[in-house]
């Protein structure tokens, strides 16, 4: 072996050693989440000039993922939604609300003097809140929610770090332990005390369909797939809408109309094949449903939810799946979701509570 021969060898073994470690040390950043639970192929929008301001729409149940204050809150809030979006892909939102302090009036003082011997709040004083939010969920059982909430309080952002590239110890918590699962802050009480109940709109909505999810016999189903269309919410475009005066409709074509023939069609090839398949459409989205459950399963003394053995079995087979290996990269896993004549399902299905008509 000459020495030319030797020197192309070392220098392709320290190549190899190289890329292995940082391959490696890549593959120790990632979260499982990452690679199990949101499919590679999961289409999240990700502007880094768009504020995503939640809406009474991204769904009753929400994760709180932490809240900034200060001159800068504002801009550290929608810095960690766009990182979120962007390399996680959770639908991250972003939520501002002012607290204002609570104040004694001049009155009550003059009433009772001893009270100015004691801390009083400042009268002025208000502070701005901007807390960051992952959305979309049915209920707070909802398997989604459930996984996100246990794995994301293992993740530690490049926005949270002091400085670009910081090196995080091993072992040192994540800022998102305290994370929890809330109720979106845009419904009010009332919403809650009815929770599941649609009103008359709606309910017209899915009048006369033979497969209506508001038939549906079971206290819950499984949500297999969603299609969504045009949203609208300035109220004066909705009354006209709604009055029949405005058409809803882009270039001539209505998304909404498109959705609900989609959760049709696809309800149809599954009650063809089988399936207890259900549909059902609101002001924003179709979704076509299996199965009808009284109950989806025993939570274990560990947390752990022991799923109904059918309910778990929709859960396995309509999750997307790993695409072939000729379509995956060097640093990603591409998932495929399950599809019916073309129509594709969720990625993660998921469990949700079934409507019901107003009494």
Known sequence: MNEFTARRIFRVILAAVFFSAVFCHVQAQVPDFLRKLVPGNRHVEADPKKEYTVTETNGPWMIHVCSFSGQKGREQANSLVY?????????????????????????????????????????????????????????????????????????????????????????????????????????????????????????????????????CPGRYTVQIATFTGRIEIKQNKIEEILDGRREFLDNGKSELELAEKAAVKLCKILRDKGYDAYEFHDRYSSIVTIGAFDSYGQRQPNGMMDYHPQVAALLRDFQARPARQDAMTANTVNFEPVKFEGIECDAQPRIIEVPRKRR
């Open 83 to 215: 990182e979120l979006r962007k390399d996680y892909k959770l639908k991250a939102y972003f939520y501002n609300h002012t607290f204002v302090s609570d104040t004694r009036l001049e009155k009550d003082l003059k009433r009772n003097p001893y009270s100015k011997t004691r801390p009083q709040y400042n009268k002025k004083g208000k502070i701005d809140e901007y807390a960051v939010l992952i959305g979309d969920f049915q209920t707070v059982d909802d398997l989604e929610l459930q996984k996100i909430l246990k794995d994301i309080r293992q993740v530690y952002p490049e926005c949270m770090k002091q400085f670009p590239g910081q090196q995080i110890p091993k072992g040192t918590p994540s800022p998102f332990q305290m994370c929890f699962a809330v109720t979106n802050p845009l419904l009010n009480s009332g919403y809650f005390k009815q929770s599941g109940v649609v009103d008359d709109f709606v309910a017209k909505l899915n009048d006369q369909r033979p497969y209506s999810l508001l038939n």
